[in-house]
Nanobody, 128 residues
């Protein structure tokens, strides 16, 4: 069973950047498709990006070109580099792990139900 802990959330001005980290324990992330979701107040949790065990990456259109997901299996950590942040990026960001080793399996998991393990979240607030 993998445990996930997010960090790096902060309050920033529009146009700024942040890097979130998701540290795993209990199991190696090398065996998991890793994803980031976010949830704004009053809204459903939405998928943002995923990275397969082989390093293939997938993004929701609204963050394509601004966010970059990466993984460091040696450190058992997944990162989310966010640039050109705007107020619509304000949300609690959650790291998640799905027990699939295929690109197809990872790419198909765009809903919360597709992920088996979750962190507690880290808050990102973007203001003008």
């Amino acid at each position: 069973q993998v445990q996930l802990v997010e960090s790096g959330g902060d309050s920033v001005e529009a146009g700024g950047s942040l890097r979130l980290a998701c540290s795993a324990s209990g199991s190696t992330i090398a065996d998991y498709c890793m994803g980031w979701f976010r949830q704004a107040p009053g809204k459903e949790r939405e998928w943002v990006t995923s990275i397969s065990t082989g390093g293939a990456t997938y993004y929701v259109d609204s963050v394509q070109g601004r966010f970059t997901i990466s993984r460091d299996n040696a450190k058992n950590t997944v990162y989310l580099q966010m640039t050109s942040l705007g107020p619509t990026d304000t949300a609690t960001y959650y790291c998640a792990a799905a027990a699939t080793r295929t690109n197809t399996g990872c790419r198909s998991r765009l809903q919360t139900a597709g992920f088996d393990h979750w962190g507690q979240g880290t808050q990102v607030t973007v203001s003008f």
